[in-house]
Protein backbone atom coordinates (compact mmCIF):
# COMPACT_ATOMS: atom_id res chain seq x y z
CA UNK A 1 0.00 0.00 0.00
CA UNK A 2 1.15 3.56 -0.54
CA UNK A 3 1.45 5.20 2.66
CA UNK A 4 1.11 9.13 2.40
CA UNK A 5 3.37 10.85 4.07
CA UNK A 6 1.21 14.40 5.20
CA UNK A 7 2.84 17.80 6.63
CA UNK A 8 1.85 17.16 10.11
CA UNK A 9 1.17 20.79 12.21
CA UNK A 10 4.10 20.39 13.88
CA UNK A 11 6.84 22.43 15.24
CA UNK A 12 9.82 20.79 16.05
CA UNK A 13 12.88 22.65 16.72
CA UNK A 14 16.31 20.63 17.57
CA UNK A 15 17.96 21.72 20.35
CA UNK A 16 16.09 24.09 21.63
CA UNK A 17 12.34 25.38 21.53
CA UNK A 18 11.48 27.54 18.97
CA UNK A 19 9.36 30.76 19.00
CA UNK A 20 5.37 29.79 19.47
CA UNK A 21 3.28 31.90 17.36
CA UNK A 22 -0.81 31.26 15.56
CA UNK A 23 -3.20 30.74 13.38
CA UNK A 24 -1.94 32.77 10.22
CA UNK A 25 -3.50 35.58 9.83
CA UNK A 26 -6.07 34.24 12.83
CA UNK A 27 -7.47 36.76 15.61
CA UNK A 28 -7.17 36.66 19.59
CA UNK A 29 -10.81 35.12 20.84
CA UNK A 30 -11.52 34.18 24.77
CA UNK A 31 -13.02 30.92 23.74
CA UNK A 32 -9.84 30.15 22.00
CA UNK A 33 -7.87 31.24 25.27
CA UNK A 34 -10.37 29.52 27.53
CA UNK A 35 -10.35 26.08 25.36
CA UNK A 36 -6.90 25.98 23.86
CA UNK A 37 -3.95 25.34 25.35
CA UNK A 38 -0.20 24.95 24.29
CA UNK A 39 2.27 21.94 24.93
CA UNK A 40 5.91 22.00 25.03
CA UNK A 41 7.25 18.27 23.73
CA UNK A 42 10.51 17.16 24.92
CA UNK A 43 11.75 15.08 22.08
CA UNK A 44 14.62 12.43 22.10
CA UNK A 45 14.97 10.75 18.68
CA UNK A 46 17.58 8.55 16.74
CA UNK A 47 19.29 10.55 13.93
CA UNK A 48 20.08 7.60 11.99
CA UNK A 49 22.41 9.60 8.97
CA UNK A 50 24.39 10.61 12.31
CA UNK A 51 24.18 7.64 13.85
CA UNK A 52 23.61 9.68 17.41
CA UNK A 53 20.50 10.30 19.44
CA UNK A 54 18.96 13.98 19.58
CA UNK A 55 17.32 16.30 22.07
CA UNK A 56 15.12 19.06 21.02
CA UNK A 57 11.72 20.62 21.88
CA UNK A 58 8.48 20.50 19.64
CA UNK A 59 4.91 21.78 20.63
CA UNK A 60 1.43 21.43 19.19
CA UNK A 61 -2.24 22.96 20.54
CA UNK A 62 -4.47 21.33 22.55
CA UNK A 63 -8.16 21.13 23.10
CA UNK A 64 -9.48 20.84 26.54
CA UNK A 65 -11.74 18.38 27.30
CA UNK A 66 -12.62 18.43 30.73
CA UNK A 67 -11.42 20.04 34.35
CA UNK A 68 -11.93 17.21 36.66
CA UNK A 69 -9.41 16.06 36.49
CA UNK A 70 -7.61 18.00 33.51
CA UNK A 71 -8.11 16.51 30.16
CA UNK A 72 -6.62 17.65 26.87
CA UNK A 73 -7.03 16.24 23.42
CA UNK A 74 -4.00 16.59 21.08
CA UNK A 75 -2.85 15.22 18.08
CA UNK A 76 -1.17 11.60 18.49
CA UNK A 77 1.95 12.46 16.05
CA UNK A 78 2.62 15.35 18.28
CA UNK A 79 4.79 12.21 20.99
CA UNK A 80 6.38 10.82 17.63
CA UNK A 81 9.63 11.49 19.17
CA UNK A 82 8.30 12.30 22.77
CA UNK A 83 10.92 11.57 25.43
CA UNK A 84 9.44 9.05 28.24
CA UNK A 85 9.71 10.10 31.76
CA UNK A 86 9.12 8.37 35.09
CA UNK A 87 8.41 4.53 36.17
CA UNK A 88 4.47 4.71 33.90
CA UNK A 89 7.06 5.82 31.05
CA UNK A 90 4.79 8.89 30.23
CA UNK A 91 5.32 11.17 27.62
CA UNK A 92 7.48 14.50 28.69
CA UNK A 93 4.61 17.24 28.07
CA UNK A 94 4.73 20.68 29.55
CA UNK A 95 1.52 23.21 29.58
CA UNK A 96 2.97 26.15 27.87
CA UNK A 97 1.73 29.90 28.72
CA UNK A 98 -1.35 28.51 31.21
CA UNK A 99 -3.76 30.81 32.39
CA UNK A 100 -3.43 29.79 36.34
CA UNK A 101 -0.81 28.58 38.59
CA UNK A 102 -2.95 25.66 39.14
CA UNK A 103 -2.78 24.90 35.63
CA UNK A 104 0.58 25.46 35.30
CA UNK A 105 1.45 22.94 38.19
CA UNK A 106 -0.43 20.01 36.77
CA UNK A 107 1.36 16.83 35.67
CA UNK A 108 0.61 14.49 33.74
CA UNK A 109 -0.93 11.17 35.21
CA UNK A 110 -1.83 8.89 32.37
CA UNK A 111 -1.75 9.30 28.35
CA UNK A 112 -3.40 7.44 25.37
CA UNK A 113 -2.45 7.41 22.51
CA UNK A 114 -1.46 5.01 19.38
CA UNK A 115 2.13 4.62 17.95
CA UNK A 116 3.11 7.00 15.41
CA UNK A 117 3.10 3.63 12.92
CA UNK A 118 -0.41 3.02 13.73
CA UNK A 119 -1.32 6.90 12.66
CA UNK A 120 0.66 6.49 9.28
CA UNK A 121 -1.21 3.68 8.02
CA UNK A 122 -4.84 5.37 9.20
CA UNK A 123 -4.92 9.04 10.24
CA UNK A 124 -8.22 8.56 12.07
CA UNK A 125 -5.82 7.67 15.25
CA UNK A 126 -4.30 10.83 15.45
CA UNK A 127 -5.72 11.42 18.70
CA UNK A 128 -4.12 11.37 21.71
CA UNK A 129 -5.66 12.07 25.23
CA UNK A 130 -3.76 13.38 28.20
CA UNK A 131 -4.84 13.43 31.76
CA UNK A 132 -3.22 15.51 34.39
CA UNK A 133 -3.17 15.13 38.09
CA UNK A 134 -5.39 18.41 39.02
CA UNK A 135 -8.77 19.79 38.81
CA UNK A 136 -8.50 23.21 37.52
CA UNK A 137 -12.62 24.06 36.81
CA UNK A 138 -12.48 28.04 37.14
CA UNK A 139 -9.95 28.59 34.83
CA UNK A 140 -10.95 26.65 31.46
CA UNK A 141 -13.55 26.01 29.61
CA UNK A 142 -13.89 22.29 28.53
CA UNK A 143 -15.94 21.85 25.35
CA UNK A 144 -18.15 18.79 25.24
CA UNK A 145 -17.26 16.92 21.70
CA UNK A 146 -20.14 17.23 19.37
CA UNK A 147 -21.36 13.92 17.01
CA UNK A 148 -23.05 13.61 13.94
CA UNK A 149 -24.28 16.61 12.31
CA UNK A 150 -21.36 18.50 10.44
CA UNK A 151 -21.67 22.53 10.41
CA UNK A 152 -21.19 24.58 7.33
CA UNK A 153 -18.80 26.89 9.68
CA UNK A 154 -16.18 25.99 12.36
CA UNK A 155 -14.13 27.91 14.63
CA UNK A 156 -10.47 26.85 14.39
CA UNK A 157 -7.78 27.78 17.01
CA UNK A 158 -4.45 27.38 17.11
CA UNK A 159 -0.61 28.61 18.55
CA UNK A 160 1.15 27.76 15.02
CA UNK A 161 3.49 30.05 13.28
CA UNK A 162 3.88 31.40 9.86
CA UNK A 163 6.48 33.52 8.25
CA UNK A 164 7.46 36.47 10.13
CA UNK A 165 4.50 36.59 12.27
CA UNK A 166 4.32 38.08 15.68
CA UNK A 167 4.59 36.68 18.61
CA UNK A 168 1.18 35.88 20.68
CA UNK A 169 1.00 34.63 24.07
CA UNK A 170 -2.65 33.25 23.73
CA UNK A 171 -4.03 30.93 20.64
CA UNK A 172 -5.46 32.69 17.15
CA UNK A 173 -8.93 31.58 15.85
CA UNK A 174 -10.63 32.09 12.22
CA UNK A 175 -14.12 31.28 11.06
CA UNK A 176 -13.49 28.73 8.21
CA UNK A 177 -15.74 26.94 5.95
CA UNK A 178 -15.89 22.90 6.83
CA UNK A 179 -15.99 20.77 3.84
CA UNK A 180 -16.49 16.89 4.29
CA UNK A 181 -14.75 14.35 2.25
CA UNK A 182 -14.78 12.71 -0.18
CA UNK A 183 -14.84 16.40 -1.95
CA UNK A 184 -14.26 17.97 -5.68
CA UNK A 185 -9.98 18.94 -5.43
CA UNK A 186 -11.72 22.70 -7.17
CA UNK A 187 -13.17 23.16 -3.61
CA UNK A 188 -9.48 23.51 -2.65
CA UNK A 189 -7.53 24.36 -6.06
CA UNK A 190 -10.14 25.91 -8.40
CA UNK A 191 -10.43 25.71 -11.95
CA UNK A 192 -8.78 28.73 -13.03
CA UNK A 193 -5.82 27.37 -12.07
CA UNK A 194 -5.83 24.61 -13.94
CA UNK A 195 -6.18 26.34 -16.87
CA UNK A 196 -3.01 28.66 -16.17
CA UNK A 197 -0.88 25.21 -15.32
CA UNK A 198 -2.30 21.90 -16.32
CA UNK A 199 0.27 19.85 -15.28
CA UNK A 200 1.03 21.18 -11.78
CA UNK A 201 -2.60 20.98 -11.02
CA UNK A 202 -2.51 17.41 -11.69
CA UNK A 203 0.40 16.98 -9.62
CA UNK A 204 -1.17 18.66 -6.47
CA UNK A 205 -4.88 16.94 -7.67
CA UNK A 206 -2.55 13.41 -6.93
CA UNK A 207 -1.49 14.25 -3.40
CA UNK A 208 -4.85 15.57 -2.36
CA UNK A 209 -6.32 12.22 -3.65
CA UNK A 210 -3.37 10.04 -2.38
CA UNK A 211 -4.65 10.14 1.16
CA UNK A 212 -7.50 8.05 0.35
CA UNK A 213 -4.84 5.19 1.18
CA UNK A 214 -3.56 6.37 4.56
CA UNK A 215 -7.57 6.56 6.30
CA UNK A 216 -9.82 4.24 7.16
CA UNK A 217 -12.62 6.31 5.90
CA UNK A 218 -12.52 9.51 4.33
CA UNK A 219 -15.55 10.51 6.40
CA UNK A 220 -13.14 10.18 9.24
CA UNK A 221 -11.89 13.72 8.40
CA UNK A 222 -12.79 17.13 7.41
CA UNK A 223 -11.37 20.31 5.42
CA UNK A 224 -11.02 23.45 5.32
CA UNK A 225 -9.67 25.46 2.12
CA UNK A 226 -7.92 29.07 1.86
CA UNK A 227 -10.34 30.53 -0.79
CA UNK A 228 -11.06 33.95 -0.30
CA UNK A 229 -15.26 35.22 -1.22
CA UNK A 230 -14.42 35.35 -4.48
CA UNK A 231 -12.78 32.16 -5.06
CA UNK A 232 -9.18 32.41 -5.62
CA UNK A 233 -6.53 31.70 -3.32
CA UNK A 234 -5.08 34.09 -1.06
CA UNK A 235 -2.17 34.06 1.49
CA UNK A 236 -4.10 36.96 3.32
CA UNK A 237 -7.07 34.41 4.15
CA UNK A 238 -6.44 32.89 8.15
CA UNK A 239 -5.15 29.19 7.75
CA UNK A 240 -3.86 25.99 9.84
CA UNK A 241 0.05 25.95 9.69
CA UNK A 242 2.83 24.27 11.99
CA UNK A 243 2.15 23.92 15.54
CA UNK A 244 -1.83 23.80 15.21
CA UNK A 245 -1.88 20.20 15.57
CA UNK A 246 -4.07 19.41 18.04
CA UNK A 247 -6.21 22.46 17.75
CA UNK A 248 -10.23 22.50 18.55
CA UNK A 249 -12.54 23.39 15.47
CA UNK A 250 -15.72 24.51 17.36
CA UNK A 251 -19.14 24.08 16.73
CA UNK A 252 -22.11 26.58 17.42
CA UNK A 253 -25.29 25.35 17.17
CA UNK A 254 -28.54 27.57 16.80
CA UNK A 255 -28.67 28.25 20.75
CA UNK A 256 -25.36 29.50 21.13
CA UNK A 257 -24.13 26.26 22.66
CA UNK A 258 -20.46 25.33 21.49
CA UNK A 259 -18.55 21.95 21.46
CA UNK A 260 -15.78 20.00 20.41
CA UNK A 261 -16.15 18.53 16.03
CA UNK A 262 -12.30 17.78 14.94
CA UNK A 263 -9.02 18.82 15.66
CA UNK A 264 -6.63 19.59 13.97
CA UNK A 265 -3.97 16.83 11.83
CA UNK A 266 -2.36 17.83 9.20
CA UNK A 267 -1.93 20.08 6.27
CA UNK A 268 -1.01 19.72 2.27
CA UNK A 269 1.15 22.09 0.95
CA UNK A 270 2.32 23.79 -2.82
CA UNK A 271 5.54 21.80 -2.82
CA UNK A 272 6.77 24.45 -5.83
CA UNK A 273 5.93 27.60 -7.11
CA UNK A 274 5.42 28.46 -11.00
CA UNK A 275 4.65 31.96 -12.50
CA UNK A 276 1.16 31.54 -13.77
CA UNK A 277 -0.24 31.36 -10.67
CA UNK A 278 -0.43 35.02 -8.96
CA UNK A 279 -0.90 34.11 -5.30
CA UNK A 280 2.82 32.55 -5.53
CA UNK A 281 4.03 36.53 -6.21
CA UNK A 282 2.05 37.73 -3.63
CA UNK A 283 4.03 36.26 -0.95
CA UNK A 284 8.08 35.57 0.03
CA UNK A 285 6.84 33.16 2.23
CA UNK A 286 8.26 29.71 2.33
CA UNK A 287 6.83 26.85 0.43
CA UNK A 288 5.72 25.57 3.92
CA UNK A 289 3.33 29.00 4.11
CA UNK A 290 1.40 27.82 1.31
CA UNK A 291 -1.45 24.99 2.23
CA UNK A 292 -4.07 24.71 0.38
CA UNK A 293 -6.09 22.66 2.27
CA UNK A 294 -6.04 21.54 5.74
CA UNK A 295 -7.84 18.68 7.63
CA UNK A 296 -9.43 17.87 11.27
CA UNK A 297 -9.71 14.42 12.58
CA UNK A 298 -13.90 13.92 13.17
CA UNK A 299 -13.93 12.53 16.89
CA UNK A 300 -17.37 10.87 16.34
CA UNK A 301 -15.29 7.88 14.25
CA UNK A 302 -15.21 4.29 15.86
CA UNK A 303 -11.03 5.29 16.32
CA UNK A 304 -12.08 8.10 18.20
CA UNK A 305 -14.74 6.58 20.35
CA UNK A 306 -12.13 3.58 21.16
CA UNK A 307 -9.72 6.11 22.51
CA UNK A 308 -12.17 8.11 24.39
CA UNK A 309 -13.38 4.79 25.98
CA UNK A 310 -9.88 4.06 26.89
CA UNK A 311 -9.29 7.34 28.83
CA UNK A 312 -12.60 7.52 30.33
CA UNK A 313 -11.16 4.28 32.17
CA UNK A 314 -8.32 6.03 33.45
CA UNK A 315 -10.92 8.49 35.05
CA UNK A 316 -10.75 11.06 32.01
CA UNK A 317 -13.13 14.31 32.59
CA UNK A 318 -14.92 14.20 28.72
CA UNK A 319 -18.18 16.02 28.01
CA UNK A 320 -20.43 15.49 25.13
CA UNK A 321 -23.27 17.61 23.32
CA UNK A 322 -26.31 15.15 23.25
CA UNK A 323 -29.09 15.71 20.46
CA UNK A 324 -30.63 18.07 22.69
CA UNK A 325 -27.73 20.58 22.89
CA UNK A 326 -26.96 20.44 26.29
CA UNK A 327 -23.73 19.20 27.26
CA UNK A 328 -23.30 16.13 29.55
CA UNK A 329 -20.48 15.33 31.75
CA UNK A 330 -18.35 12.04 31.86
CA UNK A 331 -16.11 11.81 34.51
CA UNK A 332 -15.21 8.35 34.56
CA UNK A 333 -16.05 4.78 33.13
CA UNK A 334 -19.98 3.93 32.61
CA UNK A 335 -21.06 7.35 33.64
CA UNK A 336 -23.43 8.32 31.06
CA UNK A 337 -24.29 7.04 27.26
CA UNK A 338 -22.88 9.20 24.98
CA UNK A 339 -23.82 9.07 21.41
CA UNK A 340 -22.08 6.72 19.15
Not at 221 to 234: C, I, K, T
Request: a negative charge; hydrophobic letters at 40%; glycine letters at 8%.
Amino acid sequence: MNILVPAFAVIVAVLAAGRVFALIHGEPLPIGRESTLSLTIELHHRDEYRRVWKNGNGACSSTVLGTRPLTLITAAHCLRDVRLEGPLKLPAVRLRAAPSAAVSNARLRAAVYPSFDVVQENIAEDIAILIFDADVEDALRPLPITTGHIPDKALICGFGYGYRETENDGPRCADKRVFGLPSSFYQFVPKQYEDLDPILHLQFRAQFESKEASVSSLSALLAVNRLDAQGAYSVDEPMPTRGDSGGPWIATDAQGNVSLLAITSFVETFYRKNKQWPFFHASRAPLSDFAYVAYGVRLDTREARARIEEARRLDADIREMPAAGQAHGFAGPGEGTGSE
